[in-house]
């Protein structure tokens, strides 16, 4: 079984509240599951709120669009 590593994005709040600063994070080389096993993810807040999450450098810029980043 080939297991597919591309470019991974995050999309996260920093917290819970309203005002909270929308960040991305972006992984290279490695896979979405990978990431998400592990108890905690490098460069994000434990207390932070990920809002969407996708593989690929065309979901990475649909992202800045949709978030203004």
Do not use: W
């Not at 080389?29 to 996708?54: F, H, R």
């Amino acid at each position: 079984m080939k297991i597919h590593k591309d470019l991974v994005s995050i999309v996260f709040k920093t917290s819970n509240r309203s005002n909270a600063r929308t960040k991305i994070k972006t992984f290279r080389n490695k896979c979405i599951d990978d990431i998400l096993n592990q108890k905690k993810i490098v460069g994000i807040p434990e207390n932070a709120i990920i809002l969407e999450i996708g593989m690929g450098k065309r979901l990475k810029e649909k992202y800045i669009q949709k978030y203004k980043l």
